[in-house]
């Protein structure tokens, strides 16, 4: 199944794109039994499984179910590779990018993707050395905001290594921002060159587009993927892998089914309430099934367009 979700991934494309985006982030999903592997979190503040998703765009490439005393990152290294492989054979020459946020800055991620001919853009935990580093640039910010009363940010960027975990300098990305009341400085690390991707477009262009991430992983939620309750391990991945799947339906309906109609972004829930939970009445006869709902469906047009563009 692991394997299925990139193939159907790379079967949505009829050609290899010139780039492409993996996007990688972990969540809680809350446990109220005994489950096997169930751990405390001090972060969410309650008993949880701690499950990685893969993203690419929409698609979904992995949802592997993990406990909650690991690390972030932990177990994502050899996913990563099992999809790049994947891709790779599919896709030789299409350029991949790794983006995450700070948990998933590891040194073993970042040297296999430098070893690997694959790109990323990582968030970097903040420090005191690093604040100290972008010291003039803070203070630029802080002018600027009491000169306008706005929000200000000013980017900046420097070769970094840390002083133990690192094996090498990275190029690292800085913002240094002022709001109202305090700092707000956010870090990057990246394999990405200034001549593409300077230090405010990285930033803001390609690294913020993560957090539509988020919104791909409570379309799972609301897909039952929190539905947690066997008792173990195992069989609560099957589970997880049950929702990957409907999520991969949803997806696919949404491409194909809705493309060019007002649905066309809708999220998974909302297709789902409002597309298929619709009372009708079947009927079949000889020739033909008759799928019959009531007149006052204010949804009829959307339906027949999805109903035409899926026919075979």
């Known amino acids: 199944l692991d394997e299925l979700l990139v193939d159907l991934f790379l079967e949505a494309h009829n050609q290899a794109p010139r780039e492409i985006v993996l996007d990688l982030d972990a969540t809680d999903t809350p446990l109220h039994g005994q489950q096997e592997a169930r751990f405390f979190h001090g972060y969410y503040g309650h008993y949880c499984y701690l499950p990685l998703y893969i993203f690419c765009g929409d698609h979904l490439l992995c949802a592997r179910l993990r406990p909650s005393n690991i690390d972030a990152s932990a177990g994502s290294l050899e996913e990563v590779q099992r999809i790049v492989r994947q891709i790779r054979a599919r896709w030789p020459k299409t350029r991949i990018i790794l983006r995450a ?3 998933f800055c590891r040194e073993e991620l970042l040297a296999w993707c430098e070893t690997s001919a694959v790109d990323y853009v990582f968030g970097f935990a903040r420090n005191k ?9 803070m203070q630029e910010a802080k002018q600027e905001y009491r000169r306008t009363g706005k929000p200000a940010r000013i980017f900046c960027e420097f070769p970094y290594r840390t002083q133990k975990s690192w094996s090498r300098a990275r190029r690292v990305i800085a913002k240094a921002e002022q709001i109202e009341g305090k700092e707000n400085p956010r870090y990057l690390v990246t394999s990405l060159g200034a001549q593409d991707w300077p230090a405010r477009k990285l930033y803001e262009q390609l690294y913020c587009a993560r957090g539509e991430m988020e919104n791909r992983i409570k379309e799972q939620l609301n897909l039952f993927a929190d539905r947690m309750s066997t008792e173990t391990l195992r069989a609560n991945q099957l589970r997880l892998y049950f929702s990957s799947l409907a999520y991969v339906l949803i997806e696919a309906l949404r ?5 060019g109609t007002e649905w066309a972004q809708a999220q998974a829930d909302t297709i789902r309430l409002k597309l298929l939970k619709i ?3 079947v009927r079949i006869t000889a020739r033909r099934i008759w799928v019959r709902y009531s007149c006052a469906y204010p949804w009829q047009n959307v339906f027949a367009a999805a109903w035409t563009a899926l026919r075979c």
């Open 255 to 259: 491409r194909l089914g809705l493309a």
């Open 129 to 137: 050395r690093l604040r100290r580093i972008i010291g003039r640039a």
């Open 101 to 103: 946020d700070s948990g």
């Open 279 to 281: 009372a009708a009445q």
